[in-house]
Each structure stands twice: as structure tokens, then as C-alpha cells.
């Protein structure tokens, strides 16, 4: 990448470590299912300005999420991708609508408990799990993504629910989050982001990404459903357990 193009706000060396952590994030999410692309937000959010960090983060998960869904294409479930992508639509159509500031600790505790109880507690019902419980799922979380830019964890541990097998859970909430990020680009476009400004280290970031999530694959291989299993809810549960901790210090709760 031609460190000349990058925007006035972020430095070459800053550039260089981000393009680093997007091939080990990516690597943590092919390999495990899930925890890379909150990582990714975290670390981006200690030197992006704030307007870039959740636009510039969903396209850069937009392609590495599409170059995961590519590579793993022939495990993908494709019930599920129908009945996830009218949800889509209806949420992020409904969020470019209101554009609301909703108070961050009410997201960030509402996804923590829903991902806590997905991984720890009694299965969903069947009918949870059928085309209208994932059409509610996809347009509550896809709402919820245009403000927080942090519901991957959530659609991870529902698509678990649906599927034990590792390849496909990680290929369906690959292909889940490449259409959730899709419609980011018109939202905050409309909005006044300027995305030419970051288009060249977008870029870079998604073919470093997806480096990374070719690497993870191939440590996928090694690992059983069990073990794979255990590992996703682990992931999961910290990243819920850290969403509380910012819910509490956003709410004043300490």
C-alpha cells in the first residue's frame, strides 16, 4: 500500500500495525468463529477518529467476511442466508431511518446478556430457530449494527444454536455478516461519511484479512466440533463479559 495515501489522521506506523492485527484477527475468526472483528473495532478505536470507526471497521469486515463466506462457500446454509437477508433490509433500512443516538450501555448490555444465555443457557425452542426467529434476529441485530458496529457476537452465538458442525458455522456467520455490513456503505455514505478519503486502506486491510482468514481455515482443520465448541463459547462470553464492563463505565456504574 502506498502509506502517501492514507488519510491525514492516521500515521504510516499505525497503518502498518493495524494491517498486522487485520490478518491475526481474521486468523482468530476463521479459526474459532468468532471474537476477531470485535478485537479489530477495539484496537482501530484507540486511533481512528471517531466518525471513521464504525463505518471504516464495517467495511473492512464487509470484505473479510466475504472472503471467508468465498473460501468456505460450500458449507454455507443457504435456508438460513434466505430467511437472514430480508432481515437485513428491514433493519438497516428502519436504522438509516431514525439515525438515532441510542445510550451505548443499553446496547451493550442487551447484546452481553442475549450472548451469555445463547451459550450457557437452555437451547432455543426449534420455532426460535426456523425462518421467522432468524428473520427477527437478522433485523434486530442489523438495526442495532449501524449505531454499535458490534453485534457479530450476537448473529455468532444464534447461528450456533442452528448449527454444531464447525465448517458450518463459521462459513453461515460468515456470509450472515457480509450482508449485514453490505448496507453501511449507502447509510454512512448518504450520512456524509467520506469514504474515498479511506478507500485505499480499506483495501489494504481486506486483502490483509483475508491472508488471515486463509491461515485460520487451515488451523480449522485441526480442530474437532467438541473442542471447536468449547473455544466459540469461551470467545463469546469474554466478549459479552467486556461489553458489560463498557456498559457499566458508559452508565455510570462505576
Partial sequence: MDLTLLPESL????????????IVTSMITASLGAGGGVLLLVLMASWLPPAAIIPVHGMIQL???????????????????????????VGAGLGAWLLVDLPSHVWQTTIAVFVLYLCWGPPLPKGSLGGGG??????LTSFISLFVGATGPLVAAFIKQIHQ???????????AMTL?????????SVAGFVFPDWLPFIA?????????????????KTLSNR????????????????????AGGSAGWW
Fill in 134 to 139: 432468524v428473520f427477527l434476529a437478522s433485523g
Fill in 227 to 246: 473442542w471447536f465448541n468449547k473455544a466459540f463459547n469461551l470467545i463469546l462470553t469474554a466478549l459479552a463479559l467486556r461489553l458489560l464492563w463498557l
Fill in 165 to 175: 458442525d464447525r465448517f458450518r458455522t463459521v462459513s453461515t456467520f460468515a456470509t
Fill in 180 to 188: 449485514q455490513h453490505a448496507p453501511k456503505a449507502l447509510v454512512f
Fill in 11 to 22: 500515521s504510516p506506523l499505525v497503518a502498518v500495525f493495524l494491517l498486522a492485527c487485520s
Fill in 63 to 89: 470484505g473479510s467476511n466475504g472472503g471467508r463466506a468465498i473460501l468456505t462457500r460450500n458449507h454455507i446454509d443457504w435456508k438460513v442466508i434466505a430467511a437472514f437477508a430480508p432481515g437485513v433490509l
Fill in 204 to 220: 489494504a486491510m481486506i486483502v490483509a484479512g483475508f491472508a488471515g482468514t486463509w491461515l485460520g481455515l487451515h488451523l480449522l
